[in-house]
C-alpha cells in the first residue's frame, strides 16, 4: 500500500486528505515512479479551493508537477529504464505540434489524478528526464511554470538574442521567463507591486524593474526604457487590467502571451486595440513534451536553476497552498516527498 | 500639366477638388505611371470624410491603390521599364518582412499623396507588375483589399489545403480572402446579412453560408458546420461584436485575423477569452511587397478574377464613396482614369 | 487463429510464405484491426528482395501501409471506437513535431512486423481515422507516399498557392505530390520517360510535362518553362543524377526534397553547389502523424482521390513486387484482403 | 577630390591603386559617408587576386564592409542624420524576406563599387546604423561575417538556447557564430588545426574544440561529445571533404549551413546522404538587413565584441590581403582609414 493525498467530498484545504491505496503496476508504454518532490501551481490552488472556472469528479488526486525515480516499468517501454529520474508532464497527451495535437481532458491533477502520492505511474510519452544539474526539488517545479515560459517564449516566440522581454511580477512562470530570456541573451523588464522583489530579479539578471504600484501607467514607462521600440514579448500574467498596458508597452508586430490572472480576471479591453497596436496575442496552454525537451537541454546547457521559495512536506500540502495565495512567495513552492 | 483630384481645406466629399499640377519627373529610383485605374477601400472615405482615427494635413490625393502604366524612369531603376504595367503598394517602405520593417507614415492616400490622378510617381520598390491575366480595372484592386486577404491567411497564417476559413461579409478583403482559400484548397463559410449575397460567395466558392441576421448566435453554428472543430482561420471585420462570436467559432489554436470594425468599433471582450480558448489573434497591417508579389503569382497561377461590383469615371468619385458608404456593394467599387 | 504473411529464412520473394498466427489482444492503447487492404512501396519490395540498405530480422510481416476496420481496442483508448476505418502511420512514434520526435527503428514494415495479415494491433497514436471519400483500396495507399508527398510540400515546405512544384516521375510519392499541389493552387511540371504518362500526369492537373529521355537537360528546360524563375519546390526522387539536374531548374531559395533514388543511388555532387545555388536541401523521413491527419483533411475538403495502378488479391504480394519493381505502374499497386 | 582604392587593368594585389575622384553628391535616397574603417573578407582576396568564380568589370573598388560617419544626406532619406554612424549592408537591395527578395548584381565590392575609399555613397536601404557599444574597427567587421553568422544561425536557424553549435576554424564568420551562439545560450563546439586557436576559441565561450588534424575523422568525435545526439547546427565553411564529416556530426533533422570552401573547393558527395541521414542543408548568402538590424541589437544588449586580430592603414590593403591569405589570423582583418 502507499500513501496518496486526495480532495475528497468537496473542495475546501480541509478536504485534502491522506489515503492509502495499492501500489498500482504500470502497464504497456507506463512506468511506475516513487515520487521524491511536486511542486504548486495557483491552478492547484484554484482546483482546491473551488474557485477554478471548471470543476472535476472526486476524490482526485492534485498537482501535476512532480519528479520521480523509474522503479517499475511495463511492456514496450523505449524511453526509460529503472533508475532513471523523470519529470512528469502537464498534458497527460500532447507530444509534439501545435496544441490542436493535445488531447483535451488529459491535465494531471484534474481532471486526471495528479501526483501527490508515494507513488504514480506515468505514461511514457507524458514524461521526460529531468535535468541531471537539478536537484530533486528544483526538478519538480518545471512541468507547468517552466514549460508554459518556454513555450511561450521560445517554443511559439522564437525569441533570439537581442530582444526585449517584458515579465510580470514573480512568480513561478515570470521569473523561468525572465531566466530563459538571459540565458538566450535577451534583455528583461520586470514588473513587480514590490522594490524588494524587483531587487531579487535584477539579481537573477532582469535589466531593469517597474514597480507598478508607484508606476500604474507602466506601459509608457516600457516605452521610455525601449526608446520608444517597446518590448518584442510580454508575459502577460496579470489579467485584463494589465492586458491595457501591455499593449501600450509593446513593440510593432510584438507578440503578448496570455497565461493568468494574478490580478483579477474581470475588465476589458476593445479587441481593435490589437488591430491599431498591430500586436500577435495568443493563449499559453502550458506546453508540449518536445517544449519540455527542449527546455531541459537549455536547463542543462546553461546550468539554469530554478528559483525555490520555500519548502514544505508534501503532508502540509494545505499549508504550503495558503502560503502561494498569500502571494508573498518568489519563485516556487516545492513539496519534499522523501529523502 | 496634369489632373489630380485633391481633399482641400477640410473634409467632407463636397471637398474632393480637381486641381492641375506640372506632371513630375522621376527621381533616382523612381517611376512615373500614367495611372489607369484606382479603387476604393473603406479607409479612403473616412479619411474624406473627415471619421477615420486620424488626420492628415491637407490639400491630400486620396486613394492608395491603382494601376498605371510606366512612362518614364528616374536613374538606377532596375525593376521596371517604359511600358511595364504597374500596381502601387500600400506602404510606401515595407519591402518584405515583418511589419517592423514597415516604415510608418509612409501610407498612401494619408499621410503620403494618393493616386488618384493622371500622372503619379512611384518608388521602384513600392510597385509590382501587375497579374498578366487581370484588366486594369481588376488589377486596380489589389493594393489593399488584396494584399491584406493574402498577407492574413498565407504571408502570416500558412493557410494550407485542407484548413477552414471563416469570411466576414462579402466586401473587398472577404471576397479576396475566399477566393484565395478556394484556390489553396480550403473550405470557406462565409457570413453575410443578405442570402443573396451568400449565393454570389457560393458561386465563388464558398462551401456554405449563415445569415448574421437569422443567426447571431453564429458562431455555435459554424462549430456545428465543422463537426465541433472550429475553423482555422477567421477573417475579422466585423469588429467588437463579432469578435465575441468568432471566438466561439474558432478551432483550438486557431487564428483570429482582425482587420477591420464595419459592423462598428464599440464594444469590448475580456483578453482572457484568447486565453481561455487558446487561439492566436493578430492585426493585419496590410502587408509587404513581397506578399504582393507572393499573390501575384497565385492570381496569375490560378487565374482568379478580382470580384468588380461597379465602376465609376475617377472624377466621379465623390459618387462612388457614397456608394460604397451604402453598404449595397459586392466586392470592389473601381474608378476608371483612361480608356 | 489468422492468416499472415512472413518474409522468412532469407529475403527473396519466394520466402513470402503464409503462416497461421493467433489473433492478438490489445493491450492498454492499441486496437485490434481487421486489415481490408495495403499497398506497397519501393521500400517494400526492396526488403523482400534483400537490396535494402539495411537488414532486419526474420522473420518479418511486411508492408507498413494499411486501412482496417476496428474490431477490438485495449484500455484507456479515446482516439477510436470498434467500427471506426482506420489508416496505419509509417513511423509508430512520431505523432508530431520535427524529426527528432520520431523513435527510431520504430517503422512498419521492418524492423517491426508490417500490416499483410488479417489482423494487426496498432497504437492508437499510430493510427488516423481514414478519409470518408476514400474506398479501401484507396486508403490503403497513404501511409507512405501520401504522408511523404504532404510532409515534403506542405508540413516543412510551406507551400502555397502561385508556387512551381517539379515532380520527378509518376510514382505513387510523386503523383500525390501533384495532386496535392494542384489542390493547394500551386503550378505543376512532371517529368517523365513516358509521354503517355506525361499526358496521364496532365490529366490529373499538371501544367506541363518533359520526357527526360528526350530532353536530358531538363534542368534547363524547367527554368525556361519559368522564365527563368526556377521551381520552388523540387520532389527528388531520382537519385544523384536527377540531383544535378534539380539544383539547375531550382528557384533562389527553393527546395530540394530528397525522398527517393529510383534511378539509381550512384552519383554524386560537389556540395559547394547547395551554396553556389542558394537552396535548400533535406531529407524527407515520410512524416509525422500530424502530417498525415492534416493530408486527410485536405483529401476529404477536395475530394481527392489517390490513383491506384492495379489491385491484386493480398495473397498474391510476390506478383504484386515483381509488377511494381517492372516500373510499368502509374501510382500505386494496392492488394485487396477482404470484400 | 577623394582617394579611393581601385583595381585596375587586371586583377592582381599590384593592381589595386589609388586614385583620386570627385565626392559625389547623394541623390534621393542615398548619404554619403565618410569611411572610418573597413574589412577584409576571404570574397574580397579572391576577386582581387583573381580566382573567384566570376569575374567582374574593371576598375572596381574592392570591399564590402564599412563603417563610415553620414556627413551628407539627399532627397527624402529618412532613417539617417548627418552625424549618424552607419555599416553598409552587402546586398545592395536585400531589405527582408527570404533570399528571392534580394536583387542579383547587388553586392559591394563586384559587381558594384565597394568602399575601400575615403568617401562612399550608401542607399539608405542600404545602410544600418552601427551598434553602440562598438569602436570604428569593430563596427567594420560585421557586413559580411556577422551577418552571415546571424543569419545562418538566428534567422535561417532559428537557434534557441540548449542548441549545439558545430563552428569549422577560426575565421570571421565562425568566430561570430561562435560569439552569437554562446550569447545565446547554446553550446559550441569548434574545430580548428590549430590548439592555440582552440584555447583562444575556448576563451570567448567556446565548449570544446577539437583539432582536425590530430582527430581527422571529428565527426565521430563531434557524436561522442554530444552523446550520440550530434549537433543542432553547423557551420560548414571547410568544404566537400568537411561536409562529409559534418553530415556524420549533425543530429537527425539537424542544419548544415554552407558558407564557404576554406579547406579547398573539390570533392563530392552522394547527396542520398542527405535523405539517409536526415538533414536540412542550405546555402547561406550572407543574409538581409533585417538580420544585419536583428543582430545589432543582440550585440548592444549582450555587449558583444567582435574579434579584430590585426589593424592595417587602409592604403595597405595589399599587405592585409596577403596576410588573410596567410591564414595565421584568428578573427577579423580590419583597414584602418581615418583616426
Not at 517597446?230 to 510584438?254: C, M, N, T, Y
Request: charged share 20%.
Amino acid at each position: 500500500m502507499a500513501k496518496a493525498i486526495v480532495l475528497q467530498g468537496s473542495s475546501g484545504f480541509d478536504n485534502l486528505r491522506m489515503v492509502e491505496r495499492p501500489v498500482p503496476h504500470p502497464r504497456r508504454q507506463e512506468v511506475l515512479i516513487r515520487v521524491r518532490a511536486t511542486s504548486l501551481n495557483y491552478r492547484d490552488v484554484e482546483i482546491a479551493r473551488g474557485s477554478y472556472h471548471t470543476t472535476f469528479p472526486l476524490p482526485l488526486i492534485p498537482l501535476s508537477d512532480a519528479v520521480g525515480e523509474v522503479v517499475a516499468i511495463g511492456d514496450e517501454v523505449t524511453r526509460f529504464s529503472v533508475g532513471d529520474r523523470v519529470c512528469s508532464t502537464f498534458w497527460q497527451r500532447w507530444v509534439a505540434g501545435p496544441f490542436e495535437m493535445a488531447e483535451a481532458s488529459n491535465q494531471r491533477g484534474g481532471p486526471r489524478d495528479g501526483l501527490l502520492s508515494e507513488y504514480a505511474l506515468l505514461d511514457e510519452q507524458a514524461a521526460v528526464l529531468a535535468p541531471r544539474n537539478l536537484s530533486d526539488l528544483e526538478a519538480a517545479t518545471l512541468s507547468c511554470a517552466g514549460v508554459t515560459a518556454w513555450h511561450a517564449l521560445v517554443s511559439e516566440g522564437a525569441m533570439k538574442a537581442g530582444d526585449t522581454v517584458l515579465v510580470q511580477g514573480t512568480g513561478g512562470v515570470s521569473l523561468f521567463a525572465l531566466q530563459f530570456a538571459v540565458a538566450g541573451g535577451a534583455r528583461v523588464i520586470v514588473t513587480s507591486s514590490s522594490d524588494a522583489k524587483i531587487e531579487k530579479a535584477k539579481a537573477l539578471g532582469a535589466f531593469v524593474g517597474i514597480n507598478y504600484r508607484s508606476t500604474p501607467e507602466w506601459g509608457a514607462a516600457v516605452l521610455d526604457l525601449t526608446e520608444g521600440r517597446g518590448v518584442d514579448h510580454v508575459i502577460e500574467v496579470g489579467g485584463p487590467q494589465s492586458f491595457s498596458q501591455s499593449l501600450k508597452a509593446v513593440h510593432r508586430g510584438g507578440q503578448i502571451n496570455v497565461i493568468g490572472y494574478l490580478g483579477g480576471s474581470e475588465g476589458s479591453i476593445n479587441p481593435l486595440e490589437i488591430f491599431r497596436r498591430q500586436v500577435r496575442v495568443r493563449g499559453i496552454p502550458v506546453g508540449s513534451r518536445a517544449s519540455f525537451e527542449a527546455m531541459v537541454r537549455a536547463i542543462e546547457g546553461n546550468d539554469l536553476k530554478p528559483v525555490v521559495d520555500r519548502v514544505f512536506p508534501w503532508t502540509d500540502v494545505a499549508d504550503a497552498m495558503r502560503y502561494l495565495e498569500s502571494g508573498a512567495h518568489f519563485g516556487k513552492v516545492v513539496l519534499a516527498h522523501h529523502n
